[in-house]
């Protein structure tokens, strides 16, 4: 089974910054809706930014706004998203998934359902 592959988690001070990775061996990423999730200890699984192949931007997370991007380097098959300003409430395993639904209203990345492309996760720690 074909699987994504996130990276650049870790143990942050608040007010840090982290730059995660997303990729994959299988497929290529820049004609796929790829979003970024999160899950939080004793939370539901919530969206946070997504990036459609036309580079439509949609934020799931009106938290984020101003301190996360979404970003794709198609030359190395790769979505990133850069968190700034993190707090302890950004602390969370992040995932990043994939879905073929693309839109050229730029309606994706609220209309794809995520089923079948996961990573395995990464972990953020925001704390002093």
């Known amino acids: 089974q074909v699987r994504l592959v996130e990276s650049g988690g870790g143990l942050v001070q608040p007010g840090g910054s982290l730059r995660l990775s997303c990729t994959t061996p299988g497929f290529n990423l820049a004609y796929y809706t790829v979003a970024w999730f999160r899950q939080a200890p004793g939370k539901e699984r919530e969206g946070v930014l997504c990036?459609?192949?036309?580079?439509?931007?949609?934020y799931y997370l009106d938290s984020v706004k101003g301190r996360f991007t979404i970003s794709r380097d198609n030359h190395k098959n790769t979505v990133y998203l850069q968190m700034n300003s993190l707090t302890p409430e950004d602390t969370a395993v992040y995932y990043c998934a994939a879905d073929p639904s693309i839109s050229p209203y730029g309606t994706a990345c609220r209309e794809a359902s995520f089923d079948d492309y996961w990573g395995q996760g990464t972990q953020v720690t925001v704390s002093s």
């Open positions: 990036s459609e192949p036309r580079d439509e931007i949609t």
